[in-house]
């Protein structure tokens, strides 16, 4: 298994703002993937983040509004820019690997954001 | 559209209790079936996984079903312990590709 960490663990913000969510990994990946959660919701895949090539966004997300690095393969940034409060929610960071051979997605601890 | 239904949406049982999660899903084709715990705060965590032709999987407690007929899991945590209290989120994958489809989760309360 992997094991992932975020930064910050808590934020809360003011709208208008932007916030770079940071994801460290413990061992190299091939894939790393950025989650929503909002209160009572789903998770929600934002986008699929790819060492080397831009990260490929999910229906309603767009790289303006959630621009992600992925300068190599044990690390990626999210940045939620232009915050409302409606981007209130926990963000997740994911990578895929392998467990009892089953293919399995690890999960980071989140991010809470709450914006003002 | 590919859906997955989680049910009761909350949970109160008392500690030693035991207690069955529900989920039906609409995903076809179908790849593999995840039950996840997520604690308060903390990222989700796997429990069980379970392909199209396995019935039922435990992992200490948790003990999961598959019925891909009708389309429904089942989590069964037996003798609950107060540190069982968290979300209890159903995934499932669809058969081509990593699409995961997520339930909204179960949220258990076990109290003294």
């Known amino acids: 298994s992997a094991v992932i960490s975020q930064k910050p663990s808590r934020d809360i913000c003011q709208r208008g703002t932007s916030l770079t969510i940071q994801c460290q990994v413990d061992?190299?990946?091939?894939?790393m993937f950025w989650y929503r959660q909002q209160p009572g919701q789903s998770l929600t895949l934002i986008a699929t983040?790819?060492?080397?090539?831009?990260?490929?966004?999910e229906s309603g997300f767009v790289i303006d509004k959630f621009p992600i690095s992925r300068p190599n393969l044990t690390f990626s940034t999210l940045t939620v820019s232009n915050m409302s409060p409606e981007d209130s929610s926990i963000y997740l960071c994911?990578?895929?690997?392998?467990?009892?051979?089953?293919?399995?997605?690890?999960f980071g601890p989140g991010t809470r954001l709450t914006v003002l | 559209k590919n859906q997955v239904e989680q049910s009761p949406q909350s949970l109160i049982i008392l500690e030693g209790k035991n207690c069955t999660l529900q989920?039906?899903?609409?995903?076809?084709?179908?790849?593999?079936l995840r039950w996840y715990k997520q604690d308060t705060g903390r990222g989700p965590v796997s429990l069980t996984i379970?392909?199209?032709?396995?019935n039922t999987k435990s992992n200490g407690r948790y003990t999961a079903t598959l019925d891909a007929d009708t389309k429904q899991s089942s989590l069964h945590i037996t003798a609950s312990q107060l540190s069982d209290s968290a979300s209890y989120i159903c995934?499932?994958?669809?058969?081509?590709?990593?699409?995961?489809?997520f339930g909204k989760g179960t949220t258990l309360s076990v109290s003294s």
């Open positions: 995934v499932v994958s669809e058969e081509a590709g990593t699409a995961l489809i």
């Open positions: 989920c039906n899903y609409t995903v076809s084709p179908f790849s593999n």
């Open positions: 379970m392909t199209f032709s396995e």
């Open positions: 994911s990578v895929g690997g392998t467990s009892g051979g089953h293919n399995e997605q690890f």
């Open positions: 061992s190299q990946v091939t894939m």
């Open positions: 983040a790819n060492q080397g090539s831009e990260a490929t966004y």
